[in-house]
T-cell receptor, first 112, second 118 residues
């Protein structure tokens, strides 16, 4: 099946710093998604990307859909304590039941 | 925005008993619902996909007789863990796919159910 490799798996940063995480796939996706999960909660969608090369922002978050359609990155600028959580990339293909495949996650910790 | 309610949020049960988890889309109709399992410090692993009125499609390695899924209406899906064992202890999360919404934005997740089997 499709596999998503996400890196880094964890990171500690100082409040105010920028953060970057990325995701690569062994195969092509038509849609890339980035989610954030807080402890004991379900994931919440941050950004959805639909076209190769697309660059989309949501507040301090920016994500890009790689040209090869096999990768994506998420940047968080000027991190704040509430950015703490686990960030998951996910891929989605059209057809069938359109299952969402998740990466292994990046655990972000922000030091005030 | 779209809201998915999952209940209960946590449950402790004895080994050998069955547990039912409900997933409801509160303000939209869900053409498809998905059930995931997440072990500590791991990703969400898809267990099964269910469409209203039809049998669920299970992922490879997931026992359909152990994890019973019923999608009785466009707003409700249930997952029943039968004859639960300690190794079934996990965080179970449902997701509902909203009709007529572009893929990606149309997937809303419940808040999860923490199952502990003792």
């Amino acid at each position: 099946g499709q596999q998503l490799n996400q890196s880094p798996q964890s990171m500690f940063i100082q409040e105010g710093e920028d953060v970057s995480m990325n995701c690569t796939s062994s195969s092509i996706f038509n849609t890339w998604l980035w989610y954030k999960q807080d402890p004991g909660e379900g994931p919440v969608l941050l950004i959805a990307l639909y076209k190769a090369g697309e660059l989309t922002s949501n507040g301090r978050l920016t994500a890009q859909f790689g040209i090869t359609r096999k990768d994506s990155f998420l940047n968080i600028s000027a991190s704040i304590p509430s950015d703490v959580g686990i960030y998951f990339c996910a891929g989605l293909n059209s057809g069938g039941y359109q299952k969402v495949t998740f990466g292994i996650g990046t655990k972000l910790q922000v030091i005030p | 925005g779209a809201v998915v309610s999952q209940h209960p949020s946590w449950v402790i049960c004895k080994s050998g008993t069955s547990v039912k988890i409900e997933c409801r889309s509160l303000d939209f109709q869900a053409t498809t619902m998905f059930w995931y399992r997440q072990f500590p410090k791991q990703s969400l692993m898809l267990m099964a996909t269910s469409n209203e009125g039809s049998k669920a499609t299970y992922e490879q390695g997931v026992e359909k007789d152990k994890f019973l899924i019923n999608h009785a209406s466009l707003t409700l899906s249930t997952l029943t863990v039968t004859s639960a064992h300690p190794e079934d202890s996990s965080f179970y999360i449902c997701s509902a796919r909203e009709r007529m919404v572009p893929a990606g934005y149309g997937y809303t997740f419940g808040s999860g159910t923490r199952l502990t089997v003792v």
